[in-house]
């Protein structure tokens, strides 16, 4: 088993998924500096109950001698500390005689979060999920180095699954469209996918070689279930879409055509 870091650190504010600094808390000797850090091209990082993520954290370092290495990044949830992911390694690119752009490699596997905070009480490995920050250590060629803490932050989202059926197929014109779904999304501590209650998601239409719109809203029951109707008045295809939360991501639905006569 890979060395899993969780590292506690102080954080600072969440603004966006990049950052410039100064960071919100550092410590160190000389110049260098990051000066911008990017968490996964400025993306949430999605984990689902079976794939094992791998994400990058691209840091933009300065010093006047130009940069040596970085010894250590990290990430870790800002609310609780919680950090299940592991630094595969780090490259970087000399772009100037000042600057370098260095690439780290993180992963998260799915299967060895709920494990990672097993040992603390009153444990919920889903929240791993919400507001992340980024620390990392740097050196340059003549000496300086700097610790950073909450460079950045990012976001880890629970994946999510979204059904739509629409009947009957096909329908009388005038006559009254069903359209049924379910929303569920990753559960870490099982590795399943259980149901997603009380949540706003929206019905949309298409006519062929349109574009969707929204139709109305429904609200998903305790078992993650969707259910509404419509007037028929045209063949189209019909989907649910979820516009996600800080925590779980967005997702839309294979549209299910029917058609009207």
């Known amino acids: 088993m890979h060395r899993r870091i ?14 410039v600094a100064p960071a919100a808390h550092a410590e160190g000797r000389g110049d260098i500096r990051v000066t911008k850090t990017v968490v996964n091209d400025g993306g949430s990082v999605i984990v689902g109950v079976k794939d094992v993520k791998r994400f990058p954290i691209t840091l933009t370092i300065k010093d006047n001698s130009g940069v040596k290495k970085v010894s250590s990044v990290s990430a870790i949830n800002r609310t609780n500390g919680y950090g299940p992911v592991d630094h595969l390694g780090t490259t970087c690119r000399k772009v ?12 998260i596997d799915p299967a060895w979060i709920d494990f990672y905070g097993s040992g603390n009480k009153g444990w919920d490995a889903n929240a791993v999920a919400g507001d992340w920050t980024v620390n990392a250590t740097v050196h340059a060629n003549d000496g300086d180095y700097w ?3 909450g460079i950045a932050s990012f976001r880890v989202k629970r994946a999510a699954a ?26 870490w501590t099982d590795l399943k996918y259980h149901a997603f209650t009380k949540q706003v998601v929206k019905l949309q239409y298409k006519k062929p070689g349109g574009r969707y719109s929204t139709v109305k809203t429904a609200t998903t ?8 109707t419509v007037k028929a008045t045209a063949s189209g295809s019909w989907r649910w879409a979820f516009l996600g939360t800080n925590t779980t991501m967005k997702v839309v639905s294979t549209g299910d055509a029917v058609t009207v006569k």
Do not use: F, Q, Y
């Not at 100037?96 to 992963?107: F, I, L």
């Open 6 to 19: 969780a590292a506690l650190a102080a954080v600072g504010a969440v603004a966006a998924t990049v950052m």
């Open 162 to 187: 979204l059904t739509t059926d629409a009947s009957p197929e096909p329908v009388r014109k005038g006559g009254t469209l069903s359209v049924t779904g379910k929303l569920s999304r990753a559960n």
């Open 147 to 149: 610790i950073s803490d």
């Open 221 to 228: 029951d305790g078992k993650g279930h969707l259910r509404t």
């Open 96 to 107: 100037s005689t000042t600057t370098s752009v260095c690439t780290a490699t993180m992963r």
